[in-house]
Nanobody
Framework: QLQLVESGGGLVQPGGFLRLSCAAS????????IGWFRQAPGKEREGISC????????QYTDSVKGRFTISRDSANNTVYLQMNSVKPEDTAVYYC????????????????WGQGTQVTVSS
């Protein structure tokens, strides 16, 4: 069974950058659509980016377009979320998720989820 582990979260100043990692075991991420989600305190979870098996046309929610980049490292069976120019409103627990089927940032189901990593943007 596919298992996902996020890492790379932490405290970062506004305008700074952070790279989140989603490492997989029990299967190859090359055969899954990978999504990144986040949930801020008191808010619903939102999909922010996803990358299909083909790697063509990654999706981003409007609030992170131009600032965040999703990528896949097949050799290390890891998907990354590069977060640049972070803002206080990016503060949330970030999760990666995987689906063997067609999904988007707004539709699932995603079958496998990581435990999350906290990102706090504050000066």
């Amino acid at each position: 069974q596919l298992q996902l582990v996020e890492s790379g979260g932490g405290l970062v100043q506004p305008g700074g950058f952070l790279r989140l990692s989603c490492a997989a075991s029990g299967g190859s991420l090359d055969t899954y659509t990978i999504g990144w989600f986040r949930q801020a305190p008191g808010k619903e979870r939102e999909g922010i980016s996803c990358l299909s098996v083909s790697g063509i046309s990654p999706q981003y929610t409007d609030s992170v377009k131009g600032r965040f980049t999703i990528s896949r490292d097949s050799a290390n069976n890891t998907v990354y979320l590069q977060m640049n120019s972070v803002k206080p409103e990016d503060t949330a627990v970030y999760y990666c998720a995987a689906s063997p089927g067609y999904v988007t940032i707004n539709s699932g189901p995603y079958d496998y989820w990581g435990q999350g990593t906290q990102v706090t943007v504050s000066s």
